[in-house]
């Protein structure tokens, strides 16, 4: 089947910087997008989501931008803070409130 | 709200033995769903719930899997006989019928030896 799958496993980042954390999707009849964060021993937690018939969406320090043509989805993290390091997921809802989740980007945030 | 709430946090078990792990989802979801995390596969969709209906299963792996949702606030998730390659972190999530997003448990870390 289709799958959710992430450029860059890693991403280390000056504190203080801007985030970029990139997703490539598959399934190109996905309509709703979603990013969570995964602390240490933690669940996911929801960050922000964005729907097909948008190509931008901000939240509170995080922006998530969405290229269909390239079937493309990304999270912008501003001003990265130590409390930001974990492991970041992007998901899509393949119908019937399924979510597939990408494989993940670890974020580890420089003092 | 206290979120969706899983238990126990930690199991160790013996290879054969049954395993029960528990969830209660946020009051007032319709849906609850079952995740299954490991390094190798990253987090996988085992089974989901519609008021308290299985809706799909395709994700459990075998039929040493199964899963119940007795109540609108109860689920189960049972491995029988359990084996070393189960050992993951089993993760319970819930969501409203109209918002997509879930909001997840913190997970059962389990270990079978």
């Known amino acids: 089947g289709e799958s959710v799958g992430l450029h860059l496993p890693t991403l280390s980042v000056q504190e203080g910087d801007n985030s970029i954390i990139n997703c490539a999707y598959s399934?190109?009849?996905?309509?709703?997008f979603i990013w969570y964060k995964q602390e240490s021993g933690k669940g996911p937690q929801f960050i922000i989501d964005?729907?097909?018939?948008?190509d931008k969406r901000q939240g509170q320090r995080v922006t998530v931008l969405l290229n269909k043509t390239v079937k493309h989805l990304s999270l912008q993290i501003a001003a990265t803070q130590p409390g930001d390091s974990a492991v970041y997921f992007c998901?899509?809802?393949?119908?019937?409130?399924?979510?597939?989740f990408g494989a993940g980007t670890t974020v580890t945030v420089r003092a | 709200d206290a979120g969706v709430i899983q238990s126990p946090r930690h199991e160790v078990t013996e290879m054969g033995q049954e395993v029960t792990l528990r969830c209660k989802p946020i009051?007032?979801?319709?849906?609850l769903f079952w995740y299954r995390q490991t390094m190798m596969r990253g987090l996988e969709l085992l089974i989901y719930?519609?008021?308290?209906?299985?809706?799909?299963d395709s994700g459990m792996p075998e039929d040493r899997f199964s899963a119940k949702m007795p109540n609108a606030s109860f689920s189960t998730l049972k491995i029988q006989p359990s084996e070393p390659r189960d050992s993951a972190v089993y993760f319970c999530?819930?969501?409203?019928?109209?918002?997509?997003?879930?909001?997840f448990g913190s997970g059962t870390r389990l270990t079978v030896v």
């Open positions: 999530a819930s969501s409203l019928e109209w918002a997509y997003g879930y909001t």
């Open positions: 399934n190109s009849a996905s309509d709703y």
């Open positions: 964005i729907r097909s018939n948008m």
């Open positions: 998901a899509e809802n393949e119908g019937d409130y399924k979510l597939s």
């Open positions: 009051s007032g979801h319709d849906y």
């Open positions: 719930f519609n008021n308290n209906v299985p809706i799909d």
